[in-house]
Each structure stands twice: as structure tokens, then as C-alpha cells.
């Protein structure tokens, strides 16, 4: 089941492109907003299902292209991001040691909203392309043979980053928690719509260019894993998200006016704009492309505007 909220936060099942509103279906849910209340969803999804696809069969359907189509998880209680995850197509000698950060909850964004540069001065804006696990129950000291039992389905999810900000002591907070820096959606998939999470192609796109191709079978750490240590580390709640990591090679900067799309197989594609008032320019280029070029630092300086080197 593909699960979405749309227009003023009706929730919705995906059925072709069109989307059914289901929110009759789950109103006796306790919730305040569209977050607890498909948070509630997740954890009773069981008692919910039955009555979710039959309204979804027999429902009116309105045609996907004709809404807005809001974040799926709109406030995770927990957004574990993964550090250095992936092998970067075999070229690292051995998997980095497990790692993570904390993303702020309310740094989420939908389809079609907007990732904000602000004024700041970090050396290059980046998003990372990512696959979100979504928690299907309360997880504690989960094993990892047990792990895969506590998921509840997978998102598109990318990663905002903003790099080089001083000092060098202080780097994820202020990187990754910059409000709108986790766009995702543009549904939310349940976790039976999936053969092999650790089979799926991820691509990226700026502007119409395939920046990010890579396979999550390339992780360094598997999802049971990811499970298993972020468990032992807080409890984590149904509808809490581990983004799984990334392949750093086709990391590019973000910048004024672009359009990035995010397509996992079986994901749907993600669509987001970026906007930088301050409308700072670097070069088109990749951070492999930049490596390969001999280029110094592990990323291409800016080139113009408030921030950049001279001005």
C-alpha cells in the first residue's frame, strides 16, 4: 500500500495515479494533527488495513496530477541519519565504522516544497539521495535476525547538507538541521510493496541531469543492522525514520532555481525546488568529478556571491 496526505492533509491511498481519500477510515485514531495521526496509523496499521484497501477499492478517486501532494511522515519523532554508509562502489577498503546523526523532526518538507539556503557560510549546499526506513513498532534493543520485523515501509529521502560551516568542531547540527533540509515523499510505501530493500536502484536529478545512480546493495551497513544499532541506542517509535546513508561520488551542488528529483524503484519520484535568496553559484560538477580532476578539497569551491572567496 502506497500511503500519502494531500491538498489540506487528507490522507490518501495511492491506486494507479489517482489517490482515494481514506481519512473517514481512521478518524477514531487519537491525534491532534496530520503527524500524530498517521504516526497513530503506523502503530495500529493491523486493525486499520482491511478497512484501508476496501475504501481504497471502492472509493472516488481523484487523479494524482490534480493535488498537492503534502510530506508523508510530517513530524517523525526520530530522524536517525546514517554517516558514511555506503562502500562507494567497492572504492573504500572496508566499511566505515557505524555512525549517526540526529535530524531535526520539524526540517521536514513535502513534494514540490522548497529546500531554503540561508545565509550562512557553508562552503557548498548539498542533499544527499537516501532510502528512509520507517519504524513499524516500539524498537528497543531490537537483534538484528529480529529487525526486519519492525519496519513499516521505506520513503524517499534526501538529505540536506550544508558543508564547511566553522568551526570544525561543530558539524551535524548545524549541517543537517537547517529547516526544510529533509524533503520527503512523495508517499509513504509499506514495507510488503518491497521484494529486497537492499535491491533498489536510487537516482537523482538536478535539473534534468542524472547526478546520484547507485544501489542500496551497496550498503556498507545492512538495514538490520541500522536497526539494530540505532535501537540499543534510544528506543525508536512507529513512524520514527533511519535514513540509510548515501554514495558520496555524485554529491553536487545545490543552488538558486534548481529542480531536484529523487526516484527510488518502487518509491515514486520526489520533487523539490531550491532557493537561495542570496543566488550563489558553483560550479556543475560532482564531488568524483571534482576528485578526478585533481582538484584540492573534497568539493568545488564557490564561485560567486556573498561568501565566496574575494568577496
Known sequence: MKLLYFD?????????????????????????????????????????????????????????????????????????AMAVNYMEDGTLPAPAPINAFHKASNTVIGDGDSMVLTDIPA?????????GV?????ASHVREADAMDYIFGYVNFIDGS???????????????????FSPIG????TADEVDDPQKLQIQLWVNGDLMQNFNTDDMAHKIPRLVEWTSSIHTLEPGDIIASGTNHGGLNPFQDGD????????????????RDDLKRTWARITRRQHTESGLEGRFTPQLTGKYAPGN
Request: proline share 8%.
Open 134 to 138: 520507517v519504524i513499524g513498532k516500539r
Open 259 to 274: 529542480l531536484v528529483e529523487l526516484e527510488i524503484e518502487g518509491m515514486g519520484r520526489l520533487r523539490i525546488n531550491i
Open 186 to 189: 512523495p508517499f509513504l510505501v
Open 8 to 80: 489540506d492533509f487528507q490522507l490518501g491511498v495511492l491506486r494507479g495515479d489517482e489517490v482515494v481519500d481514506v481519512s473517514a477510515e481512521v478518524q477514531d485514531i487519537p491525534h491532534t494533527g496530520p503527524a500524530d495521526l498517521m504516526n497513530g496509523l503506523i502503530a495500529r496499521f493491523d486493525d486499520y488495513r482491511g478497512r484501508l484497501e476496501s475504501a481504497a477499492e471502492s472509493g472516488t478517486g481523484i487523479p494524482v496530477s490534480s493535488v498537492r501532494i503534502r510530506p508523508p511522515l510530517p513530524r517523525p519523532g526520530n530522524i536517525d
Open 123 to 131: 562552503g557548498i549546499f548539498e542533499g544527499e539521495a537516501e532510502l
Open 162 to 180: 550544508a558543508r564547511g560551516i566553522p568551526p570544525d568542531t561543530n558539524v551535524f547540527f548545524q549541517a543537517k538541521s537547517r529547516d526544510t
